[in-house]
């Protein structure tokens, strides 16, 4: 019989069943919360400050961007904190599909200078879309406002007591069938 060796003693089994996956970092949180993590939020609103404070004070060389007044009202974080959606909006005017592109040429001035700004792992990939929020609720508004509407939101008058109302003719029912 042949003596075995620590090495093969030591070496994993062909027959063993092979390891399971190991779970990864988007798996589901507790209590199956759906939306962004605190931490995504947290690091969306560093991002945010940081480009409001370079957009209020650098001058781009870029023609499409010259004299541009940009807002950013929100930054939405990838669960990995690798990408950063910007939503941003003319200051006082919607910004043309010209002045998109020019953020999206600078898009690597601005990743260094919020690198600079906020301390994270790696720099986020930048990427800017037009806000369209404020446009939404500006739509709704009017909609509220129209008088179809403001009559279904009117409070429903109060059914007089000779008119019984149904729920008062299904116990008047049941007080007759009962002996």
């Known amino acids: 019989m042949a003596r075995k060796t620590r090495d093969a003693a ?3 089994r062909r027959d063993k069943k092979p390891a399971l996956p190991r779970a990864t970092k988007s798996a589901p949180r507790k209590g ?14 560093e991002i945010r400050h940081a ?34 959606t910007a939503f941003v909006s003319g200051l006082g005017r919607d910004l043309s599909p010209a002045q998109l592109a020019g953020l999206k ?7 260094s200078q919020v690198a600079k700004a906020v301390r ?34 009117a409070k429903p008058a109060e059914p007089t007591p000779a008119e019984p109302t149904p729920a008062g003719t299904a116990q008047a029912t049941k007080d007759s069938e009962e002996p």
């Open 10 to 12: 030591d070496a994993p």
């Open 120 to 153: 994270l792992r790696t720099a986020p990939e930048l990427h800017f879309q037009p806000d369209t929020a404020l446009e939404y609720a500006m739509h709704i508004s009017k909609v509220m406002q129209q008088p179809v509407v403001q009559q279904d939101l």
């Open 105 to 111: 040429r600078i898009q690597p001035f601005l990743r």
């Open 51 to 84: 480009l409001s404070a370079i957009f209020a004070r650098e001058e781009f060389r870029d023609p499409d961007l010259f004299d541009l007044k940009v807002t950013v009202t929100e930054v939405r974080a990838s669960p990995d904190l690798q990408h950063m």
């Open 32 to 45: 199956g919360a759906e939306g962004p993590s605190q931490r995504q939020l947290r690091v969306a609103e």
